[in-house]
Nanobody, 123 residues
Framework: QLQLVESGGGLVQPGGSLRLSCAVSGFTLDDYAVGWFRQAPGKEREGVSCISDSDGSVHYPDSVKGRFTISRDKSRNTAYLIMNNLKPEDTAIYYC????????????????WGQGTQVTVSS
């Protein structure tokens, strides 16, 4: 009964910010890494962030480094993705996903996925 539910997506102007939330149930964030992925039409799924279980180490690809920040609130069993200085190319469906322990860039290693939330960056 491990579940993840994303929220917080929407329409934002270029240069704006959004905070996505990933509410998790059926597991504790102490035991799982949570990653954020995105997929735009015609493009492959891309990992945009991850936070590890115990030590809380974080990872970002160059495409979002310096603009996106991942965090977690263990008391709320929620992970967040704070996105700043958004660009039109950030438009995609954003998913949160979980895997045991440490982070990985390989999406197939994440066995639990949310339903996704749409982020649209447009003026």
């Amino acid at each position: 009964q491990l579940q993840l539910v994303e929220s917080g997506g929407g329409l934002v102007q270029p240069g704006g910010s959004l905070r996505l939330s990933c509410a998790v149930s059926g597991f504790t964030l102490d035991d799982y890494a949570v990653g954020w992925f995105r997929q735009a039409p015609g493009k492959e799924r891309e990992g945009v962030s991850c936070i590890s279980d115990s030590d809380g180490s974080v990872h970002y690809p160059d495409s979002v480094k310096g603009r996106f920040t991942i965090s977690r609130d263990k008391s709320r069993n929620t992970a967040y993705l704070i996105m700043n200085n958004l660009k039109p190319e950030d438009t995609a469906i954003y998913y949160c996903a979980a895997k045991s322990s440490y982070c990985s860039r390989r999406d197939y290693t994440y066995h639990y996925w949310g339903q996704g939330t749409q982020v649209t960056v447009s003026s």
